[in-house]
Structures are given as structure tokens and as C-alpha cells.
């Protein structure tokens, strides 16, 4: 199989395989992370501008904010489920077409 070495300079053709998950635990520190950051960031808006207007109300508003946020973003990022290992795949680009088939070789 010398003939599917690339010559000296060219570059290696990467493996076709799906890109790497991380574990359960790297998505419920990610989960959690963001959470947190959504608090302290939007709840310490709200506290610095309760402190310049003297007033109590923005600090509960900014950290539901932050939490309202996080959960959007939580949602958006890992709410998908992964597709079945027997499911048939979906062969439709983003625009809706579908796409040909790709062989190992390339298109015959």
C-alpha cells in the first residue's frame, strides 16, 4: 500500500473519525462552571450598580439574570442527546441538501 503513502512534503490526509467527547464529568464541571460564572458575573454587575444608585434591587435581578443566562447557555450547548448507535444517519448539509456520498477513496 505504498501508493496511499503520501511522497516526502505532502501532507498526511486526517482519519475520518468523529471529533472526541469529553466525560460525564467534564460536562458537569462545564455545567456547573457555567452556572456559577453566570452568577458572580451578572450578580456582581448588579451589586456594583445597587452600590452607585444606593439602592437593594439589582443584586437579586442580576443574579437571576446570570442564572437565566447560564441555563440558556447549559441548554444550548449540551442539551442535545447524541444520536443513536442503529439510528440511519442524516446525510443533509446545514443548508438542507443532501450531501453525496463520501467513500473512503473519495467520489467514484
Known amino acids: 500500500m505504498a501508493e496511499d503513502d503520501p511522497t516526502r ?30 452568577m458572580a458575573v451578572w450578580g456582581g454587575a448588579g451589586w456594583l450598580l445597587d452600590r452607585w444608585l444606593d439602592t437593594r434591587v439589582f443584586l437579586p435581578v442580576g443574579i ?12 444550548k450547548r449540551f442539551g442535545g442527546l447524541p444520536p443513536d448507535p442503529g439510528a440511519p444517519e442524516q446525510g443533509n448539509t446545514p443548508g438542507g441538501r443532501r450531501s453525496r456520498p463520501r467513500t473512503q477513496k473519495g467520489p467514484r
Open 64 to 75: 437571576l439574570l446570570g442564572i437565566s443566562a447560564a441555563i440558556y447557555l447549559v441548554v
Open 9 to 38: 512534503g505532502e501532507p498526511r490526509p486526517r482519519p475520518a473519525r468523529p471529533a472526541p467527547r469529553g466525560s460525564g464529568a467534564e460536562t458537569g464541571w462545564a455545567v456547573i462552571g457555567t452556572m456559577i460564572s453566570g
